[in-house]
């Protein structure tokens, strides 16, 4: 790999564009209309469009009012769509949406005989070529740079001022109106702060794959967090993330299977895109491995409480002691986890082993008594209020057993036998 | 102060001649009503009847087809600060990242007015309200971790942060359990005794009695109202919820389809 200062701009870029849409996106994301962010960054081609024809050059704030002016545009007719025409939310913006790109395409055909203007460029960026359109000042700082800077600085002045107003317009619109916090307001300039960033970033990364930057970060961000500020600082910095490693990997990974580096625009938004997967997996709040665990850690504690039950009731018959293979047996479940169990309960000193064989404590012997003792209780319970099946009262109670507390018992009542004709172990 | 003719300039809430349509069919028809100060008011009707829109009507978040609404003579774009609002549990997004306290700092923003920080007295009054409804020890806590019930006090402490005059309650005891039931009534109570008016949709008819003053019997108009010993009879109840008024909304389709 080689680097060079080119490098380095091109992921500052990258960096600040990616930053600059995750704070509008992120609150379109807890709006629940990230599709908005789609729409708008599409109708950015119709208003660049319109701009080229009007002014008849690539004058960037000519760009920046035609975007955002077509911008609200879309958003209010959205609205009006939805509201008239009785379709739901994905409806309107689909029509409304479509049909201004389409609109914007067939302006672009126009614009492109009479200015110089690449459509290629327009959807996919030009990142690569950033460090190349140095400022007129000649400072050394590639223009991408400033405009995607002045972008992210004025998101963040307007994010930080109306912190409070985007708060409570996205979580209680109702609670924000009576209050006199318009949301309409609020709502437009939302709107406004998307289409400007959409504009902005188009050159670096295209009107298609900034949606990746306005959603994927956010999205990524809600994952890892619940609270509001935090998930804006995760935002930016998961973009900043994307950025560096969408740059590297760009330049890098190609070139192991023999090929040139590929689209660092592209690799930026996969990297979004990873981000999201590894967050989704390892999220400490409800991510994929936090699931798993929960969901293994209740089978094994079912686990341990079966091997005490089976262990009590096979002493109840007179006998004593069985093999790990006989338990699992017993509990219809894997010989792995009756290992497992096995192990934790002989730690805490509640089973313990003879040669091969496994058998009940004083202490596991209590512990298997209460057990025993809610599973019987629950059995008269239900057959008291719920008649049934016997055979279906033993199944009920196997999984009431495992969540009875000690208060929960008391409830339960006194009974001496269960349904069966089995004694009820005393309560110690 | 400016008064408009007709309306009760003591009254907190006086409406005149109200009629709200969604979409061109009626919800509301007509309704015209004082309600009166420093009591407890039950807003009672059948699903559909607009108790919701009335409330959302007087607080200008529905559009009014027609008709008046004045908070103390002056309409409620001017008295914003005197009125608070809890509304419907399901109407906001429960998963949203925020914990109960920052959902009941909501209620001071008014206060601490646009663009400006939270301070150190809002978080104080905050966990103040949070501690009256019992909510204090779960100011942290993240709103989608709490019961039902749970949520349903955030919402009211946040109402009572807005230290307000008059409350608007929409279904607040909408399948909430004992500990919030006796938590919101005992509220009701504190405000009752404070002088303010707390106006309540109100679906369970067995309760009424206990704990309201004043009732407000609603089927697109106004059936009665009044005070409970009075207005809360089962003749009443019947002319409300009864068929009588089917007529009405058959009324109000065709008015909708032409």
């Given at each position: 790999?080689?680097?060079?200062?080119?490098?380095?701009?091109?992921?500052?870029?990258?960096?600040?564009?990616?930053?600059?849409?995750?704070?509008?996106?992120?609150?379109?994301?807890?709006?629940?209309?990230?599709?908005?962010?789609?729409?708008?960054?599409?109708?950015?081609?119709?208003?660049?469009?319109?701009?080229?024809?009007?002014?008849?050059?690539?004058?960037?704030?000519?760009?920046?009012?035609?975007?955002?002016?077509?911008?609200?545009?879309?958003?209010?007719?959205?609205?009006?769509?939805?509201?008239?025409?009785?379709?739901?939310?994905?409806?309107?913006?689909?029509?409304?949406?479509?049909?201004?790109?389409?609109?914007?395409?067939?302006?672009?055909?126009?614009?492109?005989?009479?200015?110089?203007?690449?459509?290629?460029?327009?959807?996919?960026?030009?990142?690569?070529?950033?460090?190349?359109?140095?400022?007129?000042?000649?400072?050394?700082?590639?223009?991408?740079?400033?405009?995607?800077?002045?972008?992210?600085?004025?998101?963040?002045?307007?994010?930080?001022?109306?912190?409070?107003?985007?708060?409570?317009?996205?979580?209680?619109?109702?609670?924000?109106?009576?209050?006199?916090?318009?949301?309409?307001?609020?709502?437009?300039?939302?709107?406004?702060?998307?289409?400007?960033?959409?504009?902005?970033?188009?050159?670096?990364?295209?009107?298609?794959?900034?949606?990746?930057?306005?959603?994927?970060?956010?999205?990524?961000?809600?994952?890892?967090?619940?609270?509001?500020?935090?998930?804006?600082?995760?935002?930016?910095?998961?973009?900043?993330?994307?950025?560096?490693?969408?740059?590297?990997?760009?330049?890098?990974?190609?070139?192991?299977?023999?090929?040139?580096?590929?689209?660092?625009?592209?690799?930026?938004?996969?990297?979004?895109?990873?981000?999201?997967?590894?967050?989704?997996?390892?999220?400490?709040?409800?991510?994929?491995?936090?699931?798993?665990?929960?969901?293994?850690?209740?089978?094994?504690?079912?686990?341990?409480?079966?091997?005490?039950?089976?262990?009590?009731?096979?002493?109840?018959?007179?006998?004593?002691?069985?093999?790990?293979?006989?338990?699992?047996?017993?509990?219809?479940?894997?010989?792995?986890?009756?290992?497992?169990?096995?192990?934790?309960?002989?730690?805490?000193?509640?089973?313990?082993?003879?040669?091969?064989?496994?058998?009940?404590?004083?202490?596991?012997?209590?512990?298997?008594?209460?057990?025993?003792?809610?599973?019987?209780?629950?059995?008269?319970?239900?057959?008291?209020?719920?008649?049934?099946?016997?055979?279906?009262?033993?199944?009920?109670?196997?999984?009431?057993?495992?969540?009875?507390?000690?208060?929960?018992?008391?409830?339960?009542?006194?009974?001496?036998?269960?349904?069966?004709?089995?004694?009820?172990?005393?309560?110690? | 102060?400016?008064?408009?003719?007709?309306?009760?300039?003591?009254?907190?809430?006086?409406?005149?001649?109200?009629?709200?349509?969604?979409?061109?069919?009626?919800?509301?028809?007509?309704?015209?009503?004082?309600?009166?100060?420093?009591?407890?008011?039950?807003?009672?009707?059948?699903?559909?009847?607009?108790?919701?829109?009335?409330?959302?009507?007087?607080?200008?978040?529905?559009?009014?087809?027609?008709?008046?609404?004045?908070?103390?003579?002056?309409?409620?774009?001017?008295?914003?600060?005197?009125?608070?609002?809890?509304?419907?549990?399901?109407?906001?997004?429960?998963?949203?990242?925020?914990?109960?306290?920052?959902?009941?700092?909501?209620?001071?923003?008014?206060?601490?007015?646009?663009?400006?920080?939270?301070?150190?007295?809002?978080?104080?009054?905050?966990?103040?309200?949070?501690?009256?409804?019992?909510?204090?020890?779960?100011?942290?806590?993240?709103?989608?971790?709490?019961?039902?019930?749970?949520?349903?006090?955030?919402?009211?402490?946040?109402?009572?942060?807005?230290?307000?005059?008059?409350?608007?309650?929409?279904?607040?005891?909408?399948?909430?359990?004992?500990?919030?039931?006796?938590?919101?009534?005992?509220?009701?109570?504190?405000?009752?005794?404070?002088?303010?008016?707390?106006?309540?949709?109100?679906?369970?008819?067995?309760?009424?009695?206990?704990?309201?003053?004043?009732?407000?019997?609603?089927?697109?108009?106004?059936?009665?109202?009044g005070p409970v010993d009075e207005v809360f009879t089962d003749e009443n109840l019947k002319k409300t919820y009864g068929g009588r008024l089917t007529l009405l909304s058959e009324a109000a389709d065709r008015l909708?389809?032409?």
């Amino acid at each position: 790999m080689t680097w060079s200062i080119i490098d380095t701009w091109i992921v500052i870029i990258g960096a600040l564009c990616a930053a600059g849409c995750a704070i509008p996106g992120a609150i379109l994301v807890l709006r629940r209309m990230s599709l908005m962010g789609d729409a708008i960054s599409h109708t950015v081609l119709p208003g660049i469009a319109i701009a080229f024809l009007i002014t008849g050059t690539r004058d960037p704030m000519a760009m920046l009012i035609g975007s955002v002016v077509v911008g609200l545009l879309t958003a209010f007719l959205v609205q009006a769509i939805q509201t008239l025409g009785k379709v739901e939310a994905g409806a309107s913006m689909g029509i409304v949406f479509t049909v201004l790109f389409a609109f914007g395409l067939v302006l672009m055909r126009q614009a492109v005989d009479h200015v110089d203007i690449d459509p290629d460029c327009v959807l996919y960026g030009s990142i690569e070529l950033a460090w190349f359109d140095q400022d007129p000042e000649g400072l050394g700082i590639p223009r991408g740079a400033i405009v995607n800077g002045v972008m992210l600085l004025a998101n963040l002045l307007l994010f930080l001022l109306f912190y409070k107003e985007f708060k409570i317009t996205s979580f209680d619109p109702a609670l924000a109106k009576a209050q006199g916090f318009h949301p309409s307001f609020m709502h437009y300039m939302l709107m406004t702060m998307t289409a400007a960033t959409a504009v902005a970033a188009f050159e670096t990364v295209g009107s298609i794959l900034v949606v990746a930057m306005f959603i994927v970060p956010p999205a990524t961000a809600y994952l890892l967090t619940n609270r509001f500020g935090m998930m804006f600082i995760l935002a930016i910095f998961l973009s900043v993330l994307a950025a560096i490693i969408g740059h590297v990997s760009a330049i890098t990974i190609p070139t192991w299977f023999g090929f040139s580096g590929t689209s660092t625009a592209g690799a930026m938004a996969v990297a979004t895109g990873a981000l999201f997967l590894v967050a989704w997996v390892v999220s400490p709040l409800d991510g994929m491995l936090v699931r798993m665990w929960h969901l293994f850690s209740t089978r094994l504690h079912v686990v341990r409480e079966d091997i005490l039950g089976v262990l009590w009731r096979l002493e109840e018959r007179g006998q004593k002691e069985l093999l790990p293979v006989q338990l699992s047996e017993a509990i219809g479940t894997t010989p792995f986890l009756v290992k497992i169990g096995l192990q934790i309960l002989q730690k805490r000193n509640v089973v313990s082993k003879t040669k091969l064989l496994w058998s009940l404590t004083d202490c596991g012997r209590k512990q298997a008594a209460t057990l025993v003792r809610s599973h019987r209780l629950w059995e008269v319970y239900l057959d008291k209020h719920f008649p049934q099946d016997v055979h279906q009262l033993h199944q009920s109670a196997e999984r009431l057993e495992h969540i009875t507390t000690p208060e929960m018992q008391v409830k339960l009542g006194n009974a001496k036998e269960d349904p069966h004709g089995s004694q009820v172990p005393a309560d110690e | 102060m400016k008064v408009e003719a007709g309306h009760s300039t003591t009254s907190p809430v006086s409406i005149h001649d109200l009629t709200v349509a969604y979409q061109r069919k009626p919800v509301l028809w007509d309704v015209d009503l004082d309600i009166p100060e420093g009591k407890l008011i039950a807003i009672v009707g059948p699903n559909g009847a607009g108790k919701s829109t009335l409330i959302k009507a007087v607080l200008d978040l529905v559009p009014k087809a027609s008709g008046k609404v004045m908070i103390y003579g002056r309409p409620f774009a001017k008295q914003r600060k005197l009125v608070a609002y809890v509304p419907q549990r399901e109407s906001v997004d429960w998963d949203f990242p925020i914990d109960a306290l920052g959902v009941v700092l909501m209620g001071r923003y008014n206060k601490i007015g646009w663009c400006k920080p939270v301070r150190k007295k809002d978080i104080k009054a905050a966990m103040e309200s949070l501690d009256r409804v019992g909510m204090a020890d779960f100011a942290r806590r993240q709103i989608s971790q709490l019961s039902g019930g749970q949520q349903q006090r955030v919402f009211l402490a946040r109402a009572l942060t807005q230290d307000a005059t008059i409350y608007f309650m929409d279904e607040p005891f909408a399948s909430v359990d004992a500990t919030t039931e006796r938590a919101i009534v005992k509220v009701l109570g504190d405000l009752r005794s404070l002088g303010k008016t707390v106006v309540v949709v109100h679906h369970d008819l067995q309760t009424v009695r206990d704990y309201f003053d004043h009732v407000i019997l609603l089927n697109m108009r106004v059936v009665a109202h009044g005070p409970v010993d009075e207005v809360f009879t089962d003749e009443n109840l019947k002319k409300t919820y009864g068929g009588r008024l089917t007529l009405l909304s058959e009324a109000a389709d065709r008015l909708a389809r032409h």
